[in-house]
């Protein structure tokens, strides 16, 4: 069984107010990309297509280092507030701004905060509509922000075609958490991880993502835009120590990126949130 875990790292900037608040995400990728290339670790960065723009020769360094570039929205703005009509126009324009970056055809998503959600069922079929291949943007599991409690916790397809893969999740308690990703990779112990790699179903992709922000301690603090002050100052926490964390992670094996995982999947199950258990169509009569 395959417990290695894959790098990926979510490149945006959750900065509210850029006209006080420095920008950094430039620096601290940079720094990230240094000791990737110390430890021979190739992921897969997804990038917001509006910070890739204004930053092209970090995304440049990012594919001259082997790694897998994928879309991470135009803007970073969540599914269910754009609607697929800008769902469209803000994905194709971020495609077209990584796939010239890249000098290839970028095929791989992930949506802002997993926002493919049951209210979001029409991403799918307008991702492969626009030349997607993979997404990695479901939360199998309730979540304060967004999730799909009951979608397959493992690799699938969507009707459209679309290969799946979703956030690797534990059982903690009452809870079900990704617990290789952000603020769980900085919080937990080490243990509690471990354990979640051990037990993981034989056939789950395991990923780590996390962000340039938590491996900034110096960041000067501010409050998120989408969150108090209690959940911005957990993003504080323990950001001295992620890089170490991620590290310790990968040492049992590294994965390679995403999209060369996907591309290896075969006589994946379809998951349509349209049908029941019994393929009849929901809410038909
Ligand atoms: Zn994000």
């Not at 900065?15 to 990230?32: A, K, N, W």
């Not at 269910?80 to 998503?109: C, H, M, Q, V, W």
């Not at 990923?207 to 969150?227: A, I, L, Q, R, S």
């Not at 964390?245 to 075969?266: D, F, N, Q, S, Y």
Request: proline share 8%.
């Amino acid at each position: 069984m395959d417990r290695s875990v894959s790098f990926t790292l979510d490149f945006e900037d959750l900065r509210t107010d850029p006209s006080v608040q420095e920008e950094r995400v430039g620096l601290v990728t940079d720094r990230i990309l240094d000791r990737l290339r110390e430890l021979k670790i190739r992921g897969t960065f997804f990038c917001v297509g509006e910070l890739a723009s204004r930053h092209p020769e970090l995304i440049g360094r990012v594919v001259a280092d082997g790694h897998e570039l994928g879309v991470h929205g135009l803007h970073h703005i969540p599914n269910d507030l754009l609607g697929p009509d800008r769902f469209r126009s803000d994905n194709l324009e971020a495609k077209r701004i990584l796939s010239e970056l890249a000098g290839k055809e970028i095929t791989i998503y992930r949506a802002p905060q997993y926002s493919l959600i049951p209210s979001t069922p029409w991403v799918p079929e307008i991702l492969s509509e626009l030349g997607f291949l993979v997404s990695t943007s479901v939360l199998p599991a309730r979540s304060p922000l967004y999730g799909w409690p009951g979608a397959p916790t493992t690799p699938f397809l969507w009707p459209s075609g679309l290969i799946e893969l979703p956030s690797p999740v534990m059982k903690l308690g009452p809870l079900t958490i990704p617990f290789l990703g952000g603020t769980y990779l900085r919080l937990l112990p080490a243990a509690v991880r471990r354990r979640g790699v051990r037990n993981a179903h034989s056939e789950t992709v395991l990923w780590t993502y996390c962000h340039p922000w938590e491996f900034d301690p110096d960041e000067k603090f501010y409050v998120y835009e989408h969150g108090g002050w209690l959940i911005s100052r957990v993003g504080w926490l323990n950001r001295q120590n992620m890089l170490k964390r991620v590290e310790a992670t990968l040492r049992a094996g590294v994965g390679k990126p995403l999209g060369e995982i996907a591309a290896t999947l075969v006589d994946l199950p379809v998951f349509d949130p349209t049908q029941d258990s019994n393929g009849s169509e929901i809410g038909a009569v």
